[in-house]
């Protein structure tokens, strides 16, 4: 009988371990939410951004935001927004479709600030729809 319990109380713990083991990967290894459906923080122009984002860069950093401003360049990664937003899109076969001085919204997430540039860099951009 001894025996009988010794084995019950391990396949036991190995059936607890299995579980816990389960739930650990699930959460290690879960997709990262997609730009789309995160909610964004800030919804403005790219002026009044950089005028906010340079006071206080770091609290901004990996916040989802939307600006509207217009094409100044259109680089093989992304696009420059009023000369001061590099927007890194999600989708490169988009930029093709853009025009420079087109006025457009993107939304995508703040990866850092270059204050000795005054430029902003996002990344995973979208053109929202409207």
């Known amino acids: 009988m001894n025996s009988k319990k010794r084995n019950n109380f391990i396949l036991l713990g190995v059936l607890v371990f299995l579980i816990v083991s389960f739930f650990v990967y699930k959460s290690i290894f879960k997709s990262p939410d997609k730009v789309e459906n995160i909610e964004i923080v800030f919804n403005g122009n790219t002026s009044e951004f950089l005028s906010l984002i340079s006071a206080n860069s770091e609290e901004w950093n990996g916040k989802v935001i939307q600006l509207n401003g217009t094409i100044s360049a259109i680089e093989q990664q992304g696009i420059l927004l009023d000369n001061s937003t590099f927007c890194q899109f999600k989708d490169n076969t988009l930029l093709t479709k853009l025009q420079k001085d087109q006025t457009i919204s993107v939304k995508g997430i703040v990866i850092g600030y270059d204050d000795l540039?005054?430029?902003?860099?996002?990344?995973q951009c979208i053109i929202p729809n409207k």
Do not use: I, M, V, Y
């Not at 540039?117 to 990344?123: F, G, I, R, W």
């Open 117 to 123: 540039l005054n430029e902003l860099k996002l990344n």
